[in-house]
């Protein structure tokens, strides 16, 4: 049985999301021992596997989501992708900032989601 058209869309943009967020923010661990070159040749290599996943996930949710919707959605997986990634890969401090903004992006989702 297929998975549900929204679910396909979703899982597919969280998976690719996890590519984006270390295509664009995963060599700054790095960034001083590694060429900027190296660090964009890598990053290139790793947003491929981005696209794959993204331009498929929104090709199939379009329709059952509008545009505007699925722009919506991929903010809020990028919000939650990007927060474990500060605190966990990157060591950055949790920062009540994370909270406000996600509250931000839920009133975003009612006023894309309402009738």
Known sequence: MPLPVGLQTILLL????????????????????????????????????????QVPANRIGYG?????????????????VFVPFALFYAGQPFKLDFVWAGLCLVGAVYFMFRN
Request: no cysteine; proline share 2%.
């Open 64 to 80: 059952t989501f509008s545009l505007a919707q699925l722009k919506i959605i991929q903010e809020v997986i990028t919000l939650s």
């Open 14 to 53: 969280i998976a690719s999301n996890v590519f984006m967020t270390f295509a664009w923010y995963g060599h700054l661990k790095f960034a001083h021992s590694k060429p900027w070159v190296i660090a964009a040749l890598l990053s290139w290599g790793i947003a491929l596997f981005e696209y794959l996943l």
